[in-house]
Structure formats: C-alpha cells, structure tokens
C-alpha cells in the first residue's frame, strides 16, 4: 500500500503555464509538508500544513498556492512557471502535531518538473 | 553558512568498511533527522533522535545536544548502502520545520 503518493511523477511543460502537483497520503498524519529539491540536490521546506492550516509557509513566490481540501491531500499549484522552478518536489507528512513532539516524516516519490 | 553542515560531501568507501558521515548545526532544536536518498530519487526516514543513540540493523545514529553533532555510522559497508545521506533539524519552537544539510554521496565499491 503507498504511503504517501504524488501525480504526476513527471512533468514537462512550457514557461508561462499553469501546472499542478498532488499529493494525498493514507497514513492518517496530522501535518503534510512540500519541499524543493534542487539540481545540487539541496532540499528546503515549501509549505507545511497541520490540519488543514497552514502552519509554514517560506519565502515563496507566490506564484506556489498549496491547497489542502482534507487532512489526507495537499495539492500545489505552480502559475505561470519560470525556467527556475525546474526542480524535484518532494511531498511529506507525519503524525507531528504543532508544537508537539517530533517524529519521522515519510516523503513521496517525487515530482521532477522541467520547464522549457 | 548553511546552518546544517555536512561531511565529508563525497565519500568512496570498500565494502565492508565502517562508514562515519558527520552533521553539525548551529541552532537551537527539537530533534535531528536522518535520511537516505538512493540514486532512483526516493528519500526515507532513517533516523529521527533527539539525545543519545539509535541502532537499526548496521546504521547507529548519535547526537550530542551540548555540542550540536551527530554522527551516521554504517558498520560492514555494502554497495546498497551507496546513496545521499542527509541530516535534517527541526528546529526548536512551535512549527515543525526542518533545515536540511547539503547532504553526502557515498558510493560503496564492491
């Protein structure tokens, strides 16, 4: 059974467009996060949501939205994308409740977008 | 500076030999992660520790609070230990965000 999964694992498309990326998880985790993994494979938090409330949101162009219709989805929607955003976006969740102690979070597979 | 540091970057290791990759952070936190990112692009939770010592299998993860350090140690190295090994901090406080070192490249030689 997948954990924490994400559509579509790959996506190319043009400067200018609107894309998005989902991400649902079955683990019945309070907090789902995206991430940026660059191509030096440096990774940094996007966005974290903690029962549907947004709880981190970083410097971020706000061209990024997160959405989370429920607990079990954070969906991010990317507009008019730039040649920079070209990137892995990496989905994640845990049981961590904010302010609350630490434990592991599980990742997606990922989602290579390449802008042309 | 990055507030999470990472060594060695690169590490070419034979099999069988113990493996040592060390993270060192400069702000306060709640708990220290460890992660394992194999070349297909997945990344899994390996550790996550906030004092002491953890063991699973051949992976030992330590942390020393006092001296903001923790240690990934891979005992009897195989090539399917050849991955990105990243450390990551929550940091202390309300959110739970992590900061993530810039990880290392292991690859084990058989």
């Known amino acids: 059974d997948t954990a924490v999964s994400q559509t579509p694992k790959y996506l190319v498309t043009q400067m200018g467009n609107d894309k998005s990326i989902k991400c649902e998880q079955n683990?019945?985790?309070?907090?789902m996060y995206w991430y940026k993994q660059d191509s030096k494979k440096f990774l940094k938090i996007m966005f974290s949501?903690?029962?549907?409330?947004?709880?981190i949101n970083e410097t971020v162009p706000n061209r990024f939205s997160p959405k989370s219709p429920d607990k079990a989805h954070l969906n991010l929607h990317i507009n008019s994308l730039e040649l920079g955003d070209s990137a892995v976006y990496f989905c994640?969740?845990?049981?961590?409740?904010?302010?609350?102690?630490?434990?592991?979070?599980?990742f997606g597979p990922g989602t290579r977008l390449t802008v042309t | 500076k990055n507030e999470v540091e990472q060594s060695p970057q690169n590490l070419t290791a034979q099999e069988g030999e113990f493996i040592t990759i060390n993270c060192s952070y400069s702000?306060?936190?709640?708990?220290l992660h460890w992660l394992q990112q194999h070349p297909g692009g997945g990344i899994v939770s390996l550790f996550m520790?906030?004092?002491g010592k953890k063991k699973h299998g051949r992976l030992i993860a330590t942390i020393n609070i006092q001296e903001k350090h923790s240690s990934l140690h891979i005992t009897a190295s195989h090539p399917r230990d050849s991955a990105v090994y990243i450390c990551?901090?929550?940091?202390?406080?309300?959110?739970?965000?992590?900061?993530f070192g810039t990880g290392t490249l292991l690859a084990v030689q058989p």
């Open positions: 990551a901090v929550r940091l202390y406080g309300a959110t739970n965000k992590l900061i």
């Open positions: 683990l019945g985790h309070d907090t």
């Open positions: 994640a969740s845990s049981p961590t409740k904010r302010g609350g102690p630490s434990y592991e979070q599980y």
């Open positions: 949501y903690n029962n549907k409330e947004l709880i």
């Open positions: 520790l906030s004092s």
């Open positions: 702000v306060g936190i709640s708990a």
